[in-house]
């Protein structure tokens, strides 16, 4: 079943042509990689996709539903969940607290409740934290609770935003480099919270990321982009075998050899 159809997706920025007919589709259940060098349109195509920036052309379907055109809020209201390139996660808050922002939109309780500290108000807000406590739980990071949220190493700031989308209940996330700033035993703990998150939760993962080897890992397809273009696209191991995307991305026949071993 088709959970994220892209067709034809183009943009460009003061004469830039950031993204150029792009086109690709997401069974329900996959993880998909993107990768490509830096100024591909990776991260812009993320950015479309969950409605942060408008396309000057095609369109965007989650389960056969049209949400081009949509905003954010209402894109995820409908399933979509993301993370983001730089941490988001809020000074002043705890890692708790960060993550129970998740539920925000979901949340009935209206500002008089909100002021007031009703009784509807205070159990919402219990079960709100209870949720973000097993998901805190789940990623492994239930220790930092009450820990400032941007005290933490980049790396685990990063889990704590996946933590966050998890608390949302989403069916697709979007996650943009989520190895950043991770050691190799952290991003081999990522490898395999990242097929749990799928195979658990069935949350369908589309992930951009420059570890290569983690892509090769856990990845049921690559997506390769350049120049906004769409170059390759199949299983791991056939990406990385491509000329074409030796010659754009990976550097060399060698390294391509190497990774794909």
Not at 55 to 80: E, T, Y
């Amino acid at each position: 079943m088709t959970m994220l159809s892209v067709r034809g997706l183009s943009i460009s920025f003061g004469g830039v042509q950031a993204l150029n007919d792009v086109s690709f589709d997401v069974e329900a259940g996959e993880i998909i990689g993107i990768i490509g060098p830096n100024g591909a349109g990776k991260t812009t195509l993320l950015n479309t996709i969950s409605g942060l920036t408008r396309a000057s052309a095609g369109k965007v379907s989650l389960d056969g539903a049209p949400i081009s055109g949509l905003r954010p809020p209402r894109i995820a209201s409908l399933g979509l969940g993301r993370t983001f390139q730089m941490s988001q996660l809020f000074p002043g808050m705890t890692v708790l607290e960060n993550v129970m922002s998740g539920l925000h939109r979901k949340m009935r309780a209206g500002a008089f409740a909100a002021a007031f500290r009703t009784p509807s108000m205070r159990e919402e807000e219990q079960a709100t934290a209870e949720k973000a406590w097993e998901a805190l739980r789940y990623v492994g990071m239930e220790r930092f609770a009450h820990h400032p949220g941007t005290a933490l190493s980049f790396g685990q700031q990063r889990v704590i935003e996946i933590a966050r989308t998890l608390i949302g209940e989403p069916k697709l996330v979007l996650l943009d480099e989520p190895a950043v700033g991770l050691s190799v035993n952290r991003v081999a703990e990522l490898d395999r919270l990242l097929r749990r998150i799928r195979d658990e939760k069935g949350v369908t993962l589309i992930m951009i990321e420059h570890v290569v080897r983690l892509v090769m890992g856990v990845c049921d397809r690559v997506l390769v982009l350049n120049y906004g273009v769409k170059i390759a696209e199949g299983k791991p191991e056939e990406v990385v075998a491509d000329p074409q995307v030796i010659e754009a991305y990976l550097g060399s026949e060698f390294d391509a050899k190497r990774l794909a071993s």
